[in-house]
């Protein structure tokens, strides 16, 4: 396993954190949950606030090809796709590449983009329908910490079933007790949440060889 920021070069915005702790209600979290409107281009007390295709995923797909060496031909999936942001960039910055997508959202998946329709599938990271070893590469970006912990332990076996040691997982943690507060004022959805310490230790329980970094809410 390798720590490695596969989205370095992902614009951060400050996050109005206290707003949304005073916001973040049982209801608003529950809505949140449902990932249907509410989610994505609801309030941003539900979620995004409005989830809106910019490009700012095409430096992150560039990177990601680069990474693990993607070629014309090559098949990418990527898990928690919500409306093909990353699969059209994929396919944007590597003509050629079979890139697709799977999500547990049907609104996600009726609201994606015109570029990647057929291409993303409705499914469960806990049960990816697709063949062992069919993927090049494997990517779950700020999705599977959205998971109980074992069901989360399952996911990142899929990763590695799909894509072995060719897998990228990226999850909420923390590295202080400032920032645990921090993430615990802000998130909606995350079931699962770990120091890095407590990261590698269920990724290594789960027998993955992927690679891997952090979100920390800021």
């Given at each position: 396993?390798?720590?490695?920021?596969?989205?370095?070069?992902?614009?951060?915005?400050?996050?109005?954190?206290?707003?949304?702790?005073?916001?973040?209600?049982?209801?608003?979290?529950?809505l949140s949950?449902?990932?249907?409107?509410?989610?994505?281009?609801?309030?941003r007390e539900?979620?995004?606030?409005?989830?809106?295709?910019?490009?700012?995923?095409?430096?992150?797909?560039?990177?990601?090809?680069?990474?693990?060496?993607?070629?014309?031909?090559?098949?990418?999936?990527?898990?928690?796709c919500a409306?093909?942001?990353?699969?059209?960039?994929?396919?944007?910055?590597?003509?050629?590449?079979?890139?697709?997508?799977?999500?547990?959202?049907?609104?996600?998946?009726?609201?994606?983009?015109?570029?990647?329709?057929?291409?993303?599938?409705?499914?469960?990271?806990?049960?990816?329908?697709?063949?062992?070893?069919?993927?090049?590469?494997?990517?779950?970006?700020?999705?599977?910490?959205?998971?109980?912990?074992?069901?989360?332990?399952?996911?990142?076996?899929?990763?590695?079933?799909?894509?072995?040691?060719?897998?990228?997982?990226?999850?909420?943690?923390?590295?202080?007790?400032?920032?645990?507060?921090?993430?615990?004022?802000?998130?909606?959805?995350?079931?699962?949440?770990?120091?890095?310490?407590?990261?590698?230790?269920?990724?290594?329980?789960?027998?993955?060889?992927?690679?891997?970094?952090?979100?920390?809410?800021?």
């Amino acid at each position: 396993m390798t720590e490695v920021d596969l989205l370095r070069r992902y614009p951060r915005a400050k996050r109005k954190i206290q707003a949304r702790n005073t916001a973040r209600t049982p209801e608003a979290i529950a809505l949140s949950k449902q990932y249907g409107f509410d989610y994505f281009d609801g309030s941003r007390e539900t979620g995004y606030g409005g989830y809106r295709y910019d490009g700012r995923w095409i430096p992150i797909a560039e990177d990601i090809v680069a990474h693990f060496g993607l070629q014309p031909g090559d098949r990418v999936l990527d898990v928690g796709c919500a409306k093909g942001f990353l699969v059209k960039d994929l396919m944007k910055v590597c003509p050629g590449l079979e890139a697709f997508g799977v999500d547990i959202s049907e609104y996600a998946l009726m609201n994606c983009e015109p570029e990647v329709v057929g291409r993303l599938h409705l499914g469960n990271a806990i049960k990816l329908p697709f063949p062992d070893r069919s993927f090049a590469a494997v990517i779950a970006i700020n999705v599977l910490h959205n998971l109980h912990r074992a069901e989360c332990i399952t996911a990142v076996r899929e990763v590695q079933r799909l894509a072995p040691g060719k897998g990228y997982v990226q999850v909420d943690s923390y590295r202080s007790e400032a920032e645990k507060q921090q993430f615990l004022d802000w998130v909606l959805t995350a079931e699962t949440h770990y120091d890095p310490d407590g990261w590698r230790a269920l990724f290594a329980e789960a027998g993955y060889t992927g690679d891997y970094y952090w979100t920390i809410t800021e």
